[in-house]
């Protein structure tokens, strides 16, 4: 993730939380806000209100400066949310760590039993839930109802999970004796998550967590506060139908001073963070300096590499959703666009006249495949970007311009004619910008891939297996997501996600993930009458 999300996410650690120039209860009249409109009645079925409490540990409270979520479509205020003081935190914090005293001694099958039933409860809401991600993100519908879906499936994945996490039986070199791991718990799981994917991200980290015995404590992106109460309703109703205690997963609206907060306590077993390279950078030093765990999910400049030899047909749908789904706000977005000479300007062509076609519209409406910008300040980043790209050398191919319209719209981008090492390139721009370059040959592209900060995603197109393997060898691809003609982005929830580098070497969801959720205990079990030594050493 990147600058846009820089300006967001930084204001975890850096200054007092702003979502508005006019925040505040006193600058909102409640009969402007979204929430009380015809159209907008389906927020109440999502527990949302007027004012709206940003702290829940087991009960509800915030006692924070309010502040107000804007719709990105039309900057129009939603709702209000009173966010965590430190005093509030503080009390979340004591009471997730004795909840988790019960949590840790329901077994792993009746815990994946509980997160089955946070599943369907998402399920039942899930229209509603994408609706709102929607409005107060500014993905379109089908995206925010996908990104529930992912949380609806982690649980899936976790049920079945919690029946089979375990270490193995190893054999031991002396006689009667057992040698085996033993998995146990972190205890308090911090979760900090991004904008770009409010629910989602939280929904790996929570399954996932929660299986494994761990209690959460969440912290969603200051921009996108009212999903967090949201999904926080949702599981909460879960909890106190099985009688469980609500801090199992506890969540703090807040500014500066409850994300540092998460990143220095010592009592936060593993410390979640999404953002960008810039802030994981400093949530990585605050973390290692009490020698605390933690898991990053950081930037990401995605290639599509298109050899010469590949199926167009595949290629452009490919490069236009990877590129142009979510207004270019996936971690996972192709930024770049390597083509071999012989089909680069055909390529070129195609896309650009597929970004004509685009729907562009509002992210509610079903049959828009293109939104907003979550912020003005995006709308500044790529306007910036633009120029830039213009003094580097690059051709506008198309777009390029505000839309004249509300909300914060900008015209999805096409650039060609960069070096690859331009800086411009080199940079992720949390925007709709697509940079097109020019290569001959397969030790070119692989190493322009590979030559920037981030390794997140990357994906070639070509019939060519003997490069498919080198494309999946130690001298293809370093990024964690390595991909043969798909796009970069549209990750399954069953592989682990994540990526090396400066993308931060997290990984979430599936495969073996759930290891980051634990601590690892090798234990040897004497069980015969005699005393012997490893390695044959005789000390008597």
Not at 266 to 277: A, I, M, P
Request: proline share 5%; with cysteine.
């Amino acid at each position: 993730m990147s600058l846009s999300q820089f300006v967001l996410v930084a204001r975890l650690f850096a200054v007092r939380i702003k979502l508005s120039p006019s925040v505040g209860a006193a600058a909102v009249n409640m009969s402007t806000l979204l929430v009380n409109r015809p159209q907008y009645s389906w927020l109440r079925e999502l527990g949302l209100s007027e004012d709206n409490d940003g702290v829940y540990n087991g009960s509800w409270g915030g006692q924070g400066q309010v502040v107000t979520s804007y719709c990105p479509a039309n900057n129009e205020p939603i709702a209000r949310v009173r966010p965590a003081t430190m005093a509030e935190y503080e009390e979340t914090v004591q009471k997730a760590q004795e909840a988790w005293k019960v949590w840790a001694d329901v077994p792993a099958p009746k815990r994946g039993e509980v997160v089955r039933q946070i599943g369907d409860a998402l399920r039942g809401k899930i229209k509603a839930l994408g609706s709102l991600v929607s409005l107060e993100m500014g993905k379109i519908y089908v995206e925010g109802v996908g990104e529930v879906q992912e949380y609806v499936d982690v649980c899936d994945y976790a049920v079945g999970l919690s029946r089979m996490i375990g270490g193995p039986i190893l054999p031991s070199e002396r006689p009667g004796h057992a040698l085996i791991e033993q998995w146990n718990p972190v205890g308090l799981v911090g979760v900090i998550t991004a904008f770009n994917f409010p629910v989602a991200v939280y929904g790996w980290n929570n399954a996932i967590a929660l299986i494994c015995g761990n209690v959460c404590l969440w912290k969603g992106a200051p921009t996108t506060p009212l999903t967090s109460v949201a999904v926080t309703r949702i599981v909460a109703e879960v909890l106190e139908r099985n009688h469980l205690p609500g801090a199992i997963c506890s969540m703090t609206c807040g500014g500066a001073d409850i994300g540092t907060a998460m990143a220095k306590d010592e009592r936060v077993g593993l410390l979640s963070f999404t953002g960008s390279t810039q802030v994981g950078k400093q949530v990585a030093m605050m973390v290692q300096e009490r020698f605390g765990r933690q898991l990053l999910e950081l930037g990401g400049n995605n290639a599509i590499i298109v050899f010469e030899d590949a199926d167009l047909n595949l290629v452009v749908p490919s490069a236009v959703f990877a590129s142009v789904g979510t207004a270019g706000q996936r971690c996972t977005t192709t930024r770049r666009l390597m083509l071999h000479e012989s089909v680069h300007d055909d390529v070129v062509e195609r896309i650009a006249k597929a970004y004509k076609q685009i729907r562009i519209g509002d992210p509610w409406d079903r049959n828009t495949l293109y939104g907003p910008l979550h912020t003005k300040q995006a709308v500044q980043q790529y306007l910036a970007a633009i120029e830039q790209a213009k003094q580097q050398g690059g051709t506008l191919v198309c777009g390029g311009k505000i839309m004249d319209r509300p909300g914060n719209y900008v015209e999805p981008t096409i650039i060609t004619g960069l070096p690859h090492d331009a800086p411009i390139v080199h940079t992720e721009t949390f925007v709709p910008i697509l940079y097109v370059l020019k290569f001959k040959t397969e030790d070119e592209a692989f190493a322009w891939n590979n030559e920037v900060k981030q390794g997140l995603s990357s994906s070639i197109f070509t019939k060519d297996m003997g490069r498919v393997f080198r494309w999946l060898g130690p001298k293809g691809s370093d990024c964690g997501i390595v991909n043969v003609n798909i796009p970069t982005s549209g990750a399954e929830i069953g592989g682990a996600f994540g990526g090396e580098k400066h993308t931060g070497g997290g990984r979430e969801s599936g495969s073996d993930s759930w290891k980051q959720y634990m601590r690892r205990s090798t234990c040897t079990i004497n069980y015969s009458k005699d005393l012997p030594l490893a390695q044959g050493i005789k000390f008597e």
